[in-house]
């Protein structure tokens, strides 16, 4: 058993595959990984890659999650107040059936772009291990400026945006 974890973890060294959380709370400003995952309302994939150029605010979230529910009405209106200013928000469904993450969406309005992770890999890949919701803030070039490991109000996600707001107006 021991001889498997050494080798789990030598693997794990050799391919560079810490997630973006340990990253960033190295101090660490990663590239975001680029995935490409099926849109929830069924009309095709978006990749991450494609929003190089906009601010991105990527939520991980699941429908059976009340901080989540809680948030929806705030990634609304970022999207609305700040898409002209080249904002883009993201939901990242994980852990959740397909049904109940289309009755969130339908319920809380949601005007923002959702995907879902079946597989869970593009989640573990960020570090989303212990529990939702989880938010990320992602500069115009591609790099992750921010992590909430929290509920996020509309105070934390605008005073992560203001500053990379201003670099691209510059």
């Not at 948030?71 to 994980?94: H, K």
Request: net charge positive.
């Amino acid at each position: 058993m021991l001889a498997a974890l050494i080798g789990l973890f030598a693997h794990s060294l050799l391919q560079g595959s810490t997630t973006v959380s340990a990253e960033l709370n190295d101090g660490q400003r990663p590239a975001a990984p680029n995935f490409s995952l099926p849109q929830l309302d069924g009309r095709g994939d978006i990749a991450l890659r494609s929003l190089r150029g906009k601010v991105v605010v990527l939520n991980f979230w699941a429908s059976w999650c009340p901080p989540c529910q809680d948030e929806a009405p705030l990634f609304n209106q970022i999207q609305v107040q700040y898409r002209r200013r080249g904002v883009e928000v993201v939901g990242v469904d994980s852990q959740d059936f397909a049904n109940d993450a289309r009755a969130f969406a339908r319920r809380l309005h949601v005007n923002y772009t959702l995907v879902r992770d079946t597989s869970n890999d593009v989640t573990n890949r960020w570090g989303v291990t212990s529990g939702f919701p989880v938010t990320f803030v992602i500069d115009r070039s591609g790099a992750v400026q921010k992590m909430f490991s929290t509920q996020v109000d509309g105070q934390m996600i605008q005073s992560a945006l203001r500053p990379l707001l201003r670099e691209g107006a510059a």
